[in-house]
């Protein structure tokens, strides 16, 4: 099946534009003549969703027409509300479900194998430019099935099921599912790690204090201490009663006397005190140094228990830690077998055809396997779209336009000619 022709009508930049698509067609002009618009028709076509900035400003509605050479014709009709897909075959009839027949025509207009052969792989960037588009060209979907047949261990299927809830992935899906498993699994590590250093400090600090039971002692203490107090209150009480009798017989008598009886005692009970003084100080200070040393207990048996959590903790992500390093396996071998008999070889960081680095595969090569990989995605309209095609060397357009025509390819080509009006070359075949 051949596109014959495009119409489109105030979609982006175009009012309307009318013109035959063969085997090659060249489209040329300068910056700004409406290259751009007539590329996005194409695709258009054949994608889903709605979207209305493409309708050219001041319009209601945008329309693209492509006429099949079997006599059905397509049309896309744009409106700020909705978009509408209607396609009529070659008897007139509606055919009844347009995105399903759409679909079977094929999506080899989404990959541009310009985009694939003048990226610069030499360079991070190009490289990471080029998986990035094979990832998004390559047909290839990676469900749970595709997972289960690795045979992982039920912990890693656990983990993996997750990520497939909603159905297969493409490539480039895939690779963020594993990437985000990749970062769950470095934050885990992270947390093991700090409770792993968590415990060897609590652990250290225990090695450091005395362990020596502390209430045991305190007991001990203040119960000298009180039997000191008590001995010195009854020494102290004896002296009063002593002074106090002899005070009540001679208070009349010896008023002089009494006072010097007061000088006597105070004398007495300043001594009593001072007999004692040293070892009620030092008795308070080691109750003090005991109590303190209680609270450090109570922090140590804290510790233990922190110590206990941590390890526990410690263990659960660790295992943790394990079953996502085992998942990530698990998608590599997945992703591995999927990509097994395709044109590419992905090896790291690295594309490779048959062994070797994508920048050293000669012109002649890279174009095929990048026909290949349009191949993959053609149905029954295999149409080829290149824009830019400014940027590829002579050497590069003569092997893609003869691998395309050699695989019943058309192809559409974009040119920027400074100065030049808007213009569609048809060009032999």
Same mark, same amino acid.
């Given at each position: 099946?051949?596109?014959?022709?495009?119409?489109?009508?105030?979609?982006?930049?175009?009012?309307?534009?009318?013109?035959?698509?063969?085997?090659?067609?060249?489209?040329?002009?300068?910056?700004?003549?409406?290259?751009?618009?007539?590329?996005?028709?194409?695709?258009?076509?054949?994608?889903?969703?709605?979207?209305?900035?493409?309708?050219?400003?001041?319009?209601?509605?945008?329309?693209?027409?492509?006429?099949?050479?079997?006599?059905?014709?397509?049309?896309?009709?744009?409106?700020?509300?909705?978009?509408?897909?209607?396609?009529?075959?070659?008897?007139?009839?509606?055919?009844?479900?347009?995105?399903?027949?759409?679909?079977?025509?094929?999506?080899?207009?989404?990959?541009?194998?310009?985009?694939?052969?003048?990226?610069?792989?030499?360079?991070?960037?190009?490289?990471?430019?080029l998986i990035a588009e094979l990832l998004k060209a390559l047909p290839v979907e990676i469900s749970i099935s595709d997972i289960e047949t690795q045979k992982p261990p039920p912990a890693y299927l656990e983990i993996l099921r997750g990520l497939f809830e909603e159905g297969p992935v493409n490539l480039e899906a895939f690779?963020?599912?594993?990437?985000?498993?990749?970062?769950?699994?470095?934050?885990?590590?992270?947390?093991?790690?700090?409770?792993?250093?968590?415990?060897?400090?609590?652990?250290?600090?225990?090695?450091?204090?005395?362990?020596?039971?502390?209430? &045991?002692? /305190?007991? *001990?203490?203040?119960?000298? +201490?009180? =039997?000191? !107090? $008590? #001995?010195?209150?009854?020494?102290? @009480?004896?002296?009063?009663?002593?002074?106090?009798?002899?005070?009540?017989?001679?208070?009349?008598?010896?008023? &002089?006397? /009494?006072? *010097?009886?007061?000088?006597? +005692?105070? =004398?007495? !009970? $300043? #001594?009593?005190?001072?007999?004692? @003084?040293?070892?009620?100080?030092?008795?308070?200070?080691?109750?003090?140094?005991?109590?303190?040393?209680?609270? &450090?207990?109570?922090?140590?048996?804290?510790?233990?228990?922190?110590?206990?959590?941590? #390890?526990?903790?410690?263990?659960?992500?660790?295992?943790?830690?394990?079953?996502?390093?085992?998942?990530?396996?698990?998608?590599?071998?997945?992703?591995?077998?999927?990509?097994?008999?395709?044109?590419?070889?992905?090896?790291?960081?690295?594309?490779?055809?048959?062994?070797?680095?994508?920048?050293?595969?000669?012109?002649?090569?890279?174009?095929?396997?990048?026909?290949?990989?349009?191949?993959?995605?053609?149905?029954?309209?295999?149409?080829?779209?290149?824009?830019?095609?400014?940027?590829?060397?002579?050497?590069?357009w003569t092997a893609i336009r003869e691998a395309a025509l050699g695989a019943g390819f058309q192809v559409v080509i974009a040119n920027v000619v400074t100065g030049d009006p808007l213009n569609v070359v048809i060009e032999a075949a």
């Open positions: 099946m051949k596109l014959s022709s495009l119409e489109i009508t105030n979609l982006w930049a175009t009012k309307h534009a009318k013109f035959e698509v063969a085997q090659i067609t060249r489209i040329t002009g300068g910056n700004g003549t409406g290259k751009t618009s007539l590329l996005h028709a194409f695709a258009t076509l054949f994608e889903g969703g709605h979207d209305p900035s493409m309708i050219r400003k001041g319009c209601k509605k945008g329309i693209a027409i492509a006429l099949l050479d079997n006599g059905a014709t397509i049309t896309k009709t744009v409106t700020e509300k909705s978009t509408e897909l209607e396609i009529v075959d070659q008897n007139g009839l509606n055919v009844p479900s347009p995105r399903t027949f759409i679909k079977e025509l094929g999506e080899a207009i989404a990959v541009d194998p310009g985009k694939l052969l003048s990226l610069d792989t030499t360079t991070k960037p190009g490289k990471e430019a690779g963020k599912l594993r990437k985000r498993v990749e970062e769950t699994r470095r934050g885990i590590g992270v947390e093991v790690r700090d409770a792993e250093g968590t415990i060897r400090d609590l652990r250290k600090k225990l090695e450091d204090e005395d362990e020596t039971d502390c209430q &045991q002692r /305190l007991d *001990e203490i203040e119960g000298k +201490r009180e =039997a000191k !107090l $008590t #001995e010195r209150d009854q020494k102290a @009480e004896k002296i009063r009663d002593k002074y106090g009798k002899e005070e009540a017989g001679l208070r009349a008598k010896f008023e &002089q006397m /009494l006072g *010097e009886l007061h000088d006597e +005692r105070a =004398a007495e !009970l $300043t #001594e009593v005190g001072t007999e004692f @003084e040293s070892d009620l100080r030092q008795l308070s200070e080691d109750v003090a140094t005991l109590r303190e040393r209680l609270v &450090q207990q109570a922090q140590r048996e804290g510790a233990r228990k922190t110590i206990d959590q941590m #390890e526990d903790r410690v263990r659960d992500k660790s295992t943790l830690y394990e079953r996502m390093s085992g998942a990530l396996e698990v998608m590599d071998k997945a992703k591995t077998s999927k990509l097994e008999g395709l044109p590419v070889e992905f090896d790291g960081d690295d594309i490779r055809v048959d062994g070797v680095e994508w920048h050293n595969v000669n012109t002649a090569r890279r174009v095929e396997i990048a026909l290949q990989i349009c191949s993959l995605r053609a149905g029954k309209l295999p149409l080829l779209v290149i824009d830019d095609g400014e940027h590829l060397d002579e050497e590069t």
